[in-house]
């Protein structure tokens, strides 16, 4: 006759669990055991490691195209991947555009003034960078940005284990001044006049 048996057990700490059962006869005979393996994790990553990223001669983001990278903890030997976000957390003086056909042409004290003003307030801008989501978005070490607008973001990154763990992110200042205005075709519509001639409306946004 088959017959279930509901077993309630406490897993203290991380690692691997085994439970073992067997059942005996009427006559005391003992079967072989049965092995369930669990593995127990529920220690997220540590943050990653962010590593300098290349600026020009005045601390701003080195180009339009951006790479930044980061390293995982030495001590995470499961990490799955990353999840990171990029928030706008200000605006930047025009001024400090710096673009192929308006270079920028600001004095050395004006771009040490602008930076240790952001850094008197990196609290206040480290706020308002977004935590990443919870779901894995690339198992690279590293993000490329292209053409981001002017301004001061908040770059987050964090690492996400095999098991779903989520760390803490880490999180840095990046000051973009290389944004290279386009414009783009967003939209085209055509109709006919009260005499017939063909009107095209085209729609476009920078």
């Known amino acids: 006759t088959n017959r279930s048996v509901t077993v309630n057990a406490d897993a203290y700490g991380d690692g691997e669990f085994y439970f073992k059962a067997r059942v005996v006869d009427q006559a005391g005979n003992w079967s072989e055991s049965a092995v369930l393996k669990y593995y127990r994790d ?52 025009k001024i400090f555009n710096d673009s192929p056909r308006h270079s920028v042409n600001i004095t050395d004290s004006q771009a040490e003034k602008l930076f240790a003003e952001i850094e008197s307030k990196k609290d206040s801008y480290l706020a308002k960078g977004k935590k990443p989501p919870r779901s894995v978005l690339t198992k690279k070490d590293s993000m490329l940005f292209s053409n981001y607008k002017n301004g001061i973001y908040v770059f987050s990154v964090c690492a996400i284990d095999e098991v779903g763990n989520v760390g803490l992110p880490s999180s840095q200042i990046v000051v973009i001044n290389k944004y290279k205005p386009f414009t783009y075709i967003s939209g085209l519509n055509t109709k006919k006049d009260e005499y017939g001639n063909l009107v095209i409306s085209v729609y476009g946004q920078d």
């Open 42 to 93: 529920l220690t997220p990553p540590k943050a990653p490691v962010l590593l300098p990223f290349d600026t020009d001669r005045f601390g701003f983001a080195a180009s339009s195209e951006l790479n930044l990278l980061w390293e995982k903890n030495p001590s995470d030997t499961d990490i799955a991947g990353y999840s990171w976000t990029m928030t706008k957390a200000g605006d930047l003086n």
